[in-house]
């Protein structure tokens, strides 16, 4: 196996996975203090591994310095977050609805409901974050919080960086004195040792960000296990951008810009690139292909996560331009070496892109085609033959979007998160962010991935009826020891 790691073997999988059964029995006793805090000290302990931490990660994904800077203030920052979360405690959605034994003709019971953890949770790293999304990223964080163990596959692309996070997180297990096996580690690259990992007795849910091939297999591994458990896979989006056309007569120098930089930030090897763009005839559109080719042509290649990343680029690029009916508006000027990607910006019509569903498909890296269309019923038509995405995005002025009813209606059906006036690339990390979307976007619409909800993964509701007080979890108890906010017979108390 590349990096030198041994791959774990089907035994060694399970193994590690009752040995998180174990640990989740032992992590259910631990307050919700100490869960804070060993959140709390994972980001310290990530904090303290430095700059050595930063190169490892930059050797292994090419990635530069000031972007994986960022990467992991988002990683430490989401732990904190879901710190907080736990102090607040309102995520468990406890809610009560006390007896009345006088109701007639029936008594009605006590009734007590709130969100459990589900039990072991894999998390499969991701080939473009070897932070955010990979061994301590999001999926962990929330796991963790939501009172799961952690199992993470590490991405081989980064399997150093990964056992660097790793060491990071042994040591705040010391630290804060939780069960030993909370969060486990393995390496893997072959079939078996995922299907092992997702078909073990003990795994309770599946975290995956990557291809849909990746994760459409892992959703076929869960589905024949005798007790099928969910998986979360994030995957390919396009990220549809409706260009309106009044906004395009007036900004499109200013939006061209603004696209040429979304389109090729970070060599494209984003889960929301801007990969479709749409918009009406006219000279508003050519204006803004002129200004879009002249900032693609200006963009230098760059170095792709890994040679693996860079073949499908150029295989699913070469796919597209040679279509009939696509045109090249720009290519980057500077020749590409090596693994460097070419940025790409390509151009078609509504009716050619309806007729070939090759056009549909995602293309990972710096490439974008704008879909030219005749009117806004075919414009409308184009949208909703895309399927679901992480993002839709509509650029406009105010005259625009009084005269678009219709557009503005559609875009919540596509996607998790409808943009105004922006660019799909950067993910807020927050409480009211929606990272997911319907399939193929994910292979479960009602969740994200990113921002507190992304516990509700791996988390299911409990009914107590008629429990006696004291056997009540907290969250539940009359007297509220946590303080936080219950729906008591239809009315939010503290």
Not at 270 to 290: H, S
Request: glycine share 8%.
């Amino acid at each position: 196996m590349a990096n030198n790691f041994k791959e774990a073997s089907v035994d060694e999988i399970n193994q590690v996975m009752q040995q998180a059964q174990t640990a989740f029995e032992a992590y259910k006793q631990s307050s919700i203090e100490q869960k804070s805090l060993f959140l709390e000290a994972i980001a310290a302990e990530i904090e303290a591994l430095g700059d050595a931490l930063l190169q490892k990660a930059s050797e292994e994904t090419n990635l530069p310095i000031p972007r994986l800077t960022g990467e992991r203030a988002r990683t430490t920052g989401q732990l904190r977050m879901f710190a907080t979360m736990l102090r607040e405690g309102s995520w468990v959605e406890a809610s009560i609805d006390t007896a009345n034994p006088d109701r007639a003709p029936l008594p009605k019971p006590d009734v007590r409901k709130m969100l459990t953890p589900l039990g072991p949770v894999v998390v499969f790293g991701a080939s473009n974050f070897p932070f955010a999304y990979s061994t301590a990223g999001g999926d962990t964080a929330s796991a963790l919080a939501a009172g799961c163990p952690v199992v993470v596959k590490a991405h081989p692309a980064h399997a150093e960086t990964s056992e660097m996070v790793y060491s990071a997180i042994k040591k705040a297990i010391v630290r804060s004195n939780m069960p030993e096996h909370i969060f486990q580690h393995v390496h893997g690259t072959s079939f078996e040792s995922g299907k092992a990992l997702v078909q073990a007795d003990e795994t309770a849910a599946v975290g995956f960000t990557g291809s849909t091939v990746g994760g459409l297999a892992l959703l076929q591994y869960s589905s024949q296990r005798k007790k099928p458990i969910p998986v979360f896979s994030e995957m390919g989006s396009i990220n549809p951008v409706v260009f309106l056309p009044d906004t395009l007569n007036k900004n499109a120098a200013d939006l061209a810009a603004q696209y040429a930089g979304s389109i090729t930030l970070g060599m494209g090897q984003f889960c929301t690139n801007p990969g479709l763009m749409l918009a009406i005839e006219g000279d508003g559109l050519y204006n803004f292909l002129d200004s879009l080719g002249k900032g693609i042509e200006a963009i230098k290649p760059a170095k792709m996560l890994h040679a693996g990343i860079h073949t499908a680029y150029k295989k699913k690029s070469q796919e597209a331009l040679v279509q009939d009916g696509v045109k090249v508006i720009q290519k980057s000027a500077t020749e590409a070496h090596d693994i460097e990607a070419l940025p790409t910006v390509a151009l078609v019509s509504g009716e050619t892109f309806l007729t070939n569903p090759l056009l549909h498909e995602e293309v990972f890296g710096p490439y974008s085609l704008m879909v030219n269309c005749k009117d806004e019923q075919e414009l409308l038509k184009v949208l909703k033959s895309v399927s679901g995405q992480l993002t839709t995005t509509v650029m406009g002025t105010d005259e625009d979007f009084a005269g678009h009813k219709a557009l503005l209606q559609l875009l919540p059906s596509i996607a998790g998160r409808v943009l105004f006036n922006g660019v799909p690339t950067g993910v807020e990390v927050c409480h009211s962010m929606v990272h997911g979307g319907p399939f193929p976007a994910t292979t479960d619409s009602r969740f994200t991935a990113v921002g507190t909800n992304a516990v509700k993964r791996w988390v299911r509701p409990v009914c107590y009826q008629n429990c006696p007080d004291g056997l009540l979890p907290l969250a539940l108890q009359n007297a509220n020891p946590l303080g936080i906010w219950r729906l008591v017979d239809n009315e939010w108390k503290k």
